[in-house]
């Protein structure tokens, strides 16, 4: 029932705080610095202190000066320097003028600059070139800065050079669908992303939304921990970028990047090249409008592109299945198990001595030539019929059922599934192979443009205007959360827009105020069929509720592939964020102050079709189900159906982030920054409806709004039932502490520490809260009245038949015998009952498609909407918060070459997590109980004396099928080691290494792994959800490099030689990573304590038993059941292709219990690769040059397979022990084998 959003990431005059509040109602929110710091104390000859120096620092790029004065103990700052290469001068009457030059100012950055003067006339001059590299002596942030000269240098893919967030220590790979990266602990979609400052994050999903050009991009900061008080919104990385900006010069640069597919190597699992053709070209120019005073910038970048997209292995059918021959599978029984000769009791598994007899066919059918009812007879075996050999409780056989051989007739296969399969699902003969990945495809465009304008009035005031506009439409051939097998293709637009302008007025040297204003939207047209097409086109009778954009239902098989269009669209939506900001610095003495206020409001209007055209489950777990996925499907008998009404989201959120810091250079050597972050998180709320579109359930509360509804449904307006169903209130407070100290130590410690300025001890902790995505609120999209969400026939405790699913399978009464034993007990006191009968009555009821919401005020009948599943938030749901801390050292070692050493942790508390609440509280019952067994798709619903709020016995039996509960009770904690190795450009080599040693353990990584994801939480054993974290990874060592090739002096000389020979670059990007931890579940829900995944709205927490040692495989080893090498799984039986592990050692837990595997109880598969770039530099003449690129990325190939595990959204595949694909690998990383690509740049 749940509603999953597409990402629409791109593939490629000072107020008062009051003013601001009162102008802006604004959400949780940011405060960037895109500035720099130069600061230093000012000495004479004998170290004594200079007051009233006069100090001078000139940006060389547009020759604006800034000046300041040291204060009375000889220190002085300079506040909000734009990003850039200065020139520092000093003066003072009888001292000789001190001139710094090469200071290259990167942003949020504090370059310290001791100044000692010399006797002599003002127009005697000391000239020394300032250090390059410096430790940190006084941030105590944790970060590094990538310079614009790395972003363009290094092989990005697909030039996003958002990646290079992973050469920071303590950053994992990304790990689920977003694409997004873990830092320090903290979840992916807790990162915060700015451009100039400007917010650049997508609500829906917390991911980053506008991404520029590499090449406009001056540099880009990365704070990962201990943050400042001046940042918010976030307690992942801050990743700060600053656009380029114009100089007194005209600068600029062309290029073009080429893509294709006979330039790249073979697939893992396709054995073919993926199909990739793309140019990615554009360009840069910037320059003075009016020299020293008004600068502008532009970017244009454009891309046309036919690229892989991400799909996973499927199981076809065999030639023999088409037919229905599935022999390979055992659709027979078993006999009843002999009790102990000594005890006489029955095994712990089976206490009654019971048969395990095959289910029963909901209709009249014929069987194989071992049945009853062979073709050759001509008379079909009546429903009831079991489908293979069943027993007695003495062992006796009863019949041979319908298909004991494994051959299913032709004439019972359903003519839909049939026709559907020719057209959709290849043959072997036509793939060349029943492991089949498809090739599939993303094409489209993307043109992107870009602007700054700068203008300096005077030496006290300064604005900065910057712009963003991109088109992004792309056509795919899989659908969104839909079919696995091409047929379906998609399409989508995407519009994006920000727009930002700041002031900066200094009132004098010691007190400056930043202003910032900005605006940002998406317009996202998402999962749009290319092709409509009616359900009803091949003989279904479902009515989508929007018929103009219909597609075919979801048919999902276990275990083999999906079918059908996306249930999770068409979902365009536009997403509005308006900010702004204050700033005011202010320095005192040895005090740098810093206060601020930065507000937000975030908009999303979101019409979303939820299960438009319906969708069919075939897990093998069904009533009548052959307990086979497959042939289930082709004898057209669906576990279970879905459809909804979708709706339309209204989502807004507001609130306010203030702060006050100040740093405190106590000494020379050792500074405090502390400082106090005040937020609030209004609670993010859904107006649709008149802010009444969400349900919450207080049980035995009746509803005043909605007087009919069942009691314990309320609605906003009720007692304790707000419009967003919580409150966050104002108690939000964010303490950060670090310290500083650059120690000069003599004696033998000497060595370790260095001179003054070679060595740092650096520690900060801090509290940092978390804006929560929007995808929450649009899981209020179904909440009745105001949409519909069925189950076909379901509704009414019928199976749905596959052609009309509001109408059961079984046309006539069936009654099935269940054996239980001759041993079996039931009853108070204990009495012998060997068999009961389980009695399944046909239904049907009228179509409910399209729905019309009731009108307002009108008495609504709730039954209509009947059994709930439903969406609810914790009213204690509060504002997730994670609390970081470090120690680091840092020492400067000869050859510009810093090493960072530190331990680094974090602890999360208030995580977001998705409960069940409406848990089976007797599963021991329900195991007694065969007709409880087998029905355990719907047990919420039609077993309620079993659940906790089923209430049994009253006129709201089985209403409440599900109760999914939002909260924000989750834990984490992090641990880590984090080295780091960084050499600036010297001697033409530079680079970053860096190894991170960590530990993340949780109960919940995130809304969508604990909601969406393969396995819930569990809420009855808490001790099964604590674990290893999805994004856990023990190691990681990542290096990015460049060089420039040494050259022979003989071959560099002359104009010829030197032209060929130098000018040559290397570049690169090496990673080791080991493997994410794989969560196993088992979608047959043993534990009988799920609602059961016909009726729940999020997911089942049922988890396997490990029955034996975990045996690693080599999935690039191919095994063959048909030819003898297939892998048994715990039954017993071969399966095909590559596995990791080996899937015997993990079966279902007994009936009525869990396994014992916790949440990602092993770790999978790592990552090895290594992206090159070769590039050549050939000069034209001073300022003026081409540059031409052979990138590779994985260049050596190396196969990095993905961790066997579930497409996204479909309840688990090669995790679930349940599934034919347990153990499987089926896809590799989105890393894919090695691509070349080949580029050409100008500058001038």
Not at 43 to 68: E, K
Not at 574 to 600: C, E, M, P, W
Not at 1005 to 1011: A, D, I, L, P, T
Not at 1115 to 1133: E, I, L, Q, W
Request: net charge neutral; proline share 7%; with cysteine.
């Amino acid at each position: 029932m749940k509603s999953v959003l597409k990402s629409g990431y791109f593939l490629p005059l000072r107020l008062s705080v009051i003013a601001v509040m009162v102008l802006f109602s604004c959400v949780q929110t940011t405060r960037a610095d895109v500035y720099g710091k130069i600061q230093g104390t000012v000495i004479d000859p004998a170290g004594a202190v200079l007051t009233g120096v006069q100090l001078t620092a000139t940006n060389l790029g547009t020759s604006i000066s800034y000046t300041t004065a040291s204060s009375g103990d000889g220190t002085f700052v300079f506040l909000n320097l734009p990003i850039g290469t200065y020139r520092v001068t000093a003066t003072s009457s009888g001292f000789r003028t001190f001139t710094a030059t090469g200071i290259t100012l990167t942003v949020d950055q504090v370059y310290v600059l001791n100044i000692k003067m010399e006797l002599g006339q003002i127009s005697q001059q000391v000239l020394v070139e300032a250090a390059r590299i410096q430790v940190e002596s006084t941030n105590t942030q944790l970060g590094t800065v990538i310079t614009g000269d790395t972003i363009v240098d290094m092989p990005l893919n697909g030039r996003n050079w958002v990646q290079l967030q992973l050469l920071e220590p303590g950053v994992m790979s990304s790990n689920d669908r977003f694409g997004t990266f873990s830092t320090n602990g903290s979840q992916t979609q807790q990162n915060n992303f700015l451009i100039n400052g400007q917010d650049s994050n997508d609500l829906p999903l917390n991911t980053p939304l506008i991404i520029p050009s590499p090449d406009a991009i001056a540099e880009f900061n990365m704070v990962t921990n201990t943050i400042n008080p001046e940042y918010g919104r976030n307690s992942g990385a801050i990743m700060n970028a600053v656009i380029k900006s114009g100089t007194n010069s005209f600068h600029g640069s062309g290029f073009n990047f080429y893509r294709d597919t006979s330039l790249n190597n073979k697939d893992f699992f396709t054995h073919k090249a993926a199909v990739f053709h793309q140019n990615q070209f554009g360009g840069t120019l910037g320059g003075p409008v009016w020299k020293h005073h008004t600068f502008f910038f532009f970017s244009y970048q454009g891309s046309r592109f036919r690229q892989p997209q991400a799909s996973s292995q499927n199981t076809l059918f065999s030639d023999a299945q088409r037919g229905g021959d599935f022999s390979d599978f055992n659709f027979n029984g078993t006999p009843p198990p002999l009790p102990d000769p000594v005890t006489g009791k029955c095994p712990t598994k089976n206490p009654g001595c019971a048969p395990k007899n095959p289910h029963v066919s909901p209709v009249a059918t014929f069987g194989d030539d071992s049945s009853p009812c062979p073709v050759s007879g001509g008379v079909m075996c009546p429903a009831g019929t079991y489908y293979g050999k069943a027993y007695d409780n003495n062992g006796n056989l009863l019949t041979n059922g319908l298909f004991s051989t494994g051959v299913i007739p032709s004439q019972d296969l359903n003519s839909i599934a049939v026709n559907l399969m020719n057209k959709y699902v290849p043959t072997s003969a036509q793939v060349g192979t029943l492991q089949f990945t498809p090739v599939a495809v993303t094409s489209g465009k993307v043109d992107q443009y870009l602007w700054q304008v700068d203008h300096t009035f005077n030496t006290k005031d300064s604005i900065r205007s910057y712009g963003f506009i991109q088109t992004n439409p792309t056509q795919d051939t899989l659908p969104f959360t839909g079919s696995t097998l091409p047929g379906f293709p998609e399409e989508a637009q995407r519009h994006a827009k920000q727009f930002t302008a700041s002031w900066i007025h200094v009132f004098n040297a010691d007190v400056l105020n930043e202003m910032r204003f900005g605006y940002t939207r998406f317009n996202f047209v998402a999962v749009e069929p290319v092709t409509v097409q009616l359900p009803s086109s091949v003989g279904f009778d479902i009515n989508p509720q929007l018929p103009g954009a219909a597609g075919l239902p979801v048919m999902s098989l276990t275990g083999f592939f999906n079918l059908g269009f996306s249930n999770n669209g068409p979902q365009p939506r536009i997403d509005q964020v308006y900010q702004a900001n204050d700033n005011f610095s202010y320095i005192i003495g040895r005090h740098t102050l810093k206060f601020g206020f930065d507000g937000r409001r975030f908009h999303v209007s979101n019409p979303f079709a939820n299960r438009n055209n319906g969708s069919f489950t075939f897990n093998g777990t069904g009533f009548f189900s052959t307990h086979d996925p497959g042939a289930d499907f082709l004898l057209g008998i669906p576990d279970s159906y879905g459809q909804g009404s979708g709706s339309f989201i209204d989502a807004g959120t507001q609130g306010f982030y203030s702060y006050a810091q100040d740093s405190w250079k106590a000494t020379s050597n050792f500074t405090l920054n502390f400082g106090l972050g005040w937020q609030i998180n209004q609670p993010t709320t859904d107006h649709f409806n008149r802010d009444r579109a969400i349900n919450c359930f207080r049980p035995g509360q009746q509803s005043v709004i909605y007087p009919t509804a069942p009691t314990g449904l309320v609605f906003p307006g009720d007692v304790d039932c707000t419009p967003s169903g919580y409150k966050t209130g104002f108690t939000h407070f964010g303490p950060r502490l670090g310290i500083a100290w650059a120690p000069n130590v003599s004696g033998p410690l000497g060595h370790l520490t260095g001179d003054q300025g070679k060595f740092s001890l650096r520690a900060g902790v801090g509290v940092y809260f978390n804006q929560v995505e929007e995808e929450q609120t649009l899981q209020n999209l179904t909440a009745p009245p105001f949409a519909l969400t069925d189950i076909g026939v379901g509704d009414v405790g019928g199976h749905p038949s596959f052609a009309v699913p509001f109408t059961s399978i079984n046309t006539t009464t069936i009654t099935t015998t269940n054996f239980l034993g001759n041993l079996n007990m039931c009853g108070t006191p204990p009495a012998s009952c060997p068999t009961s009968t389980t009695t399944t009555d046909p239904a049907s009821i009228a179509n409910k498609y399209p729905f019309t919401p009731p009108p307002p005020g009108s008495l609504v009948d709730f039954t209509f909407f009947e059994p709930f599943s439903l969406s609810t938030i914790d009213p204690r749901y509060s504002v997730p918060y994670a609390v970081n801390y470090n120690v680091t050292i840092q020492r400067e070692f000869p050859g510009q070459t810093i090493l960072s050493v530190g331990y680094v942790g974090s602890q999360g508390r208030h995580l977001e997590r998705v409960i069940e609440q409406n848990v089976g509280i007797n599963p021991a019952a329900c195991a007694a109980d065969p007709g409880c067994v087998s029905d355990a798709d719907f047990l919420g619903q039609d077993f309620p004396q079993f659940f906790k709020y089923g209430f049994a016995g009253t006129n709201f039996a089985g209403a409440f099928a599900s109760i999914g509960q939002q909260s924000t009770d989750g834990n984490s904690r992090y641990n880590s080691l984090q080295v780091s190795l960084n050499k600036r450009m010297s001697q033409g080599l530079q680079f970053l290494l860096s190894y991170t040693y960590a530990h993340s353990q949780d109960n919940g990584s995130g809304f969508e792994s604990s909601s969406f994801g393969n396995r819930g939480v569990n809420p009855l054993l808490p001790g099964l959800n604590w674990g290893d974290s999805d994004f856990d990874a023990r190691h990681r060592f990542v290096a990015s490099y460049q060089y420039e090739l040494p050259v022979p002096h003989a071959l560099g000389s002359g104009p010829v030689l030197s032209r060929i020979f130098k000018g040559w670059r290397i570049a690169g990007i090496t990673t080791f990573q080991s493997g994410f931890p794989l969560n196993l579940n088992d979608t047959s829900e043993t534990s009988l304590t799920c609602p059961g995944f016909g009726v729940i709205f999020y997911t089942c927490w049922d988890n396997p038993n490990q029955v034996g040692p975990l045996v690693r495989m080599d999935p690039r080893v191919s095994h063959d059941a048909k030819a003898g090498t297939g892998v048994a799984n715990c039954a017993g039986t071969l399966r095909s292709g590559n596995f990791f592990f080996d899937p015997s050692a993990f079966c279902h837990a007994d009936p009525g219990t869990f396994g014992n595997t916790g949440k990602n109880s092993f770790h999978g598969l790592g990552l090895n690769f290594t992206n090159l770039a070769l590039m050549k530099e050939i000069p034209v003449r001073e300022q003026m040059r081409f540059e031409l690129r052979l990138e590779t990325f994985n260049t050596f190939n190396h196969v990095n397979f993905n961790n066997p595990q579930s497409t996204f959204g479909s309840g688990g595949s090669s995790t679930n022990v349940n599934s034919s694909f347990l153990g499987r690998v089926t896809s590799d990383s989105n890393i894919g084998p090695r691509i070349v690509q080949l580029a050409a740049k100008f500058y001038f």
